[in-house]
């Protein structure tokens, strides 16, 4: 455990350390494996609104995208895909949901895992949040984390170690999706990734409901991203269990699994 994700992580100890020891004691966990499991992830405040924000330095943290488990059956929750995790003797950090997906839990638009192309990317027209133009694209290549948008990322496809699409992009190349609107009304639990120009990931779900123009912002002007994709709303799931997060929507998609580098 690094002495940065430590710090970072202290306002959350603080808040959890007098019901979460015991309960970790009682799970037969060491304070040393709690330490360990502790993800890079902070309360934060932006424009009265609470976030919890995970920042993810690919030299240091495994970023790896989960759908199916070996017998092909998706994993449906963050927390089967943690329970497969630990079976393999892993300990994953947090996970998140990463975009969009069919009713069958298809991944709606571009899906690669472990450098097979499993969904090809979408690039035609439709309805929903997906559709609404410019989307995106988040992907790990050769150890580093990107988001770019769809047709900027076509023209110059790196090769993959991970990608999912989702959309709306939230921020491109410093500035604000065009259509989001200021005085928008409509104000959903959200979660979505950037990544910072020293190429630290950073993951932010809120905490209530918020418009995409503010989320946007959160990305932006408080986050230091300027490339920035929308994942998902409404459902949107973390999961953290050392930090006393255990979000558990099922039939879930696609999702996100970060661990740490040995």
Known sequence: ????????????????????????????????????SLPPCRDFAFEATSYLVCEVDPKRYQVELFWKDPAGKPFQS???LNAAQQAAGRT?????????????????GLYVERGKEMASAKTGSGSGNFSMQP???????????????????????????????????????GKLHPKFQADSTSRKTRDGVGVRKDGVAVFAISKGTVTFHAFARLFRDALGCDNALFLDGTISSLFAPAIGRNDDYWNLGPMIGVFRRS
């Open 1 to 36: 455990m690094d002495f940065l994700t430590l710090l970072q992580s202290l306002p959350l100890l603080l808040a959890l350390a007098k019901g979460a020891l015991p309960s970790v004691a009682a799970l037969g966990m060491g304070f040393g494996q709690w330490v360990a």
């Open 78 to 80: 963050l927390h089967n």
């Open 92 to 108: 994953m950090l947090f996970a998140i949901n990463a975009g969009m997906y069919h009713p069958n839990l298809d991944p709606v």
């Open 135 to 173: 989307n995106g694209i988040f992907y790990m290549s050769n150890g580093k984390a990107a988001v770019r948008s769809t047709r900027d990322f076509l023209k110059r496809r790196p090769p993959l170690d991970y990608a999912t699409q989702s959309g709306p992009m939230l921020v491109i190349d």
